[in-house]
């Protein structure tokens, strides 16, 4: 079985992603994929230079990831540009990923998607796990975490769609607002539900 986690930005998709992990289970993190695609060298990040300016490079000729994120999550037209050429290249290094695990005979693949419904993903995966937070919550902790003005957070939050929307298209729906052990009781339930735990 493929699971597909998500959620949006901070509400914990890779708390929960650690916890698959002790389990023993094999994830694929999107976003670790997309540091991967833009090493340099890569014709990702060539396509990303050409495209933003060599600006975007740090001195030693790395992405800039707080340079390109700065611009992308403030500008609608400047992110899908960036989704445009990097998407793809993540896309088909996770399904190379997730058909190497299927083939050393693992039962069960995570896919930590974040953005798993805003680029309709759905198909890549047989059931579907959100992670979700209250609004307050999320906000805090995103601001928390990347040290973000209030501004800035929201801004990243507004990139996403709304955790509500996601919440809808959900086989299970894990609330993060709690405890962290809150959170794994959660998770262990709908494992043993889904038969991935006994
Ligand atoms: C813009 C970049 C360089 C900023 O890097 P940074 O290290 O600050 O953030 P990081 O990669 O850890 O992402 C943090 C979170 O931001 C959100 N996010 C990232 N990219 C996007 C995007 N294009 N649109 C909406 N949300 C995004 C996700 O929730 C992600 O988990 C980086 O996020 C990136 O390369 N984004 C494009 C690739 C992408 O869409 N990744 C999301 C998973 S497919
Ligand atoms: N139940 C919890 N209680 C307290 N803090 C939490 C809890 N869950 C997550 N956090 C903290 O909130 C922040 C966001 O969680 P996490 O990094 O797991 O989110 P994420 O969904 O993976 O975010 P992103 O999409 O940005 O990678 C982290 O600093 C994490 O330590």
Do not use: C
């Amino acid at each position: 079985m493929i699971i597909g986690l998500t959620g949006s930005i901070a509400s914990g998709k890779s708390t929960v992603s650690n916890m698959l992990k002790e389990y023993g289970l094999p994830i694929v993190d999107a976003d670790v994929v997309a540091r991967l695609v833009v090493e340099p060298g890569s014709e990702t990040l060539k396509r990303i230079v050409e495209a933003f300016g060599e600006e975007v490079l740090t001195e030693t000729g790395e992405l800039n990831r707080q340079k390109l994120g700065s611009i992308i999550f403030n500008d609608e037209e400047k992110r899908q540009t960036l989704n445009g050429i990097i998407h793809p290249a993540i896309r088909k290094e996770m399904l190379r990923q997730r058909d190497e695990y299927i083939a050393n005979g693992e039962k069960t693949v995570i896919m930590d998607i974040p953005l798993l419904f805003e680029s309709k993903l759905q198909h890549f995966v047989d059931k579907i796990l959100v992670v979700t937070v209250s609004e307050d919550v999320q906000l805090e902790r995103l601001m928390k975490r990347n040290q973000l003005t209030a501004e800035d957070a929201k801004a990243r939050i507004r990139s996403q769609l709304p955790l509500a929307v996601k919440e809808q298209g959900a086989d299970a729906v894990i609330n993060n607002n709690g405890t962290i052990e809150e959170t794994r009781k959660q998770l262990e339930h709908i494992l043993k539900e889904w038969g991935v735990l006994s």
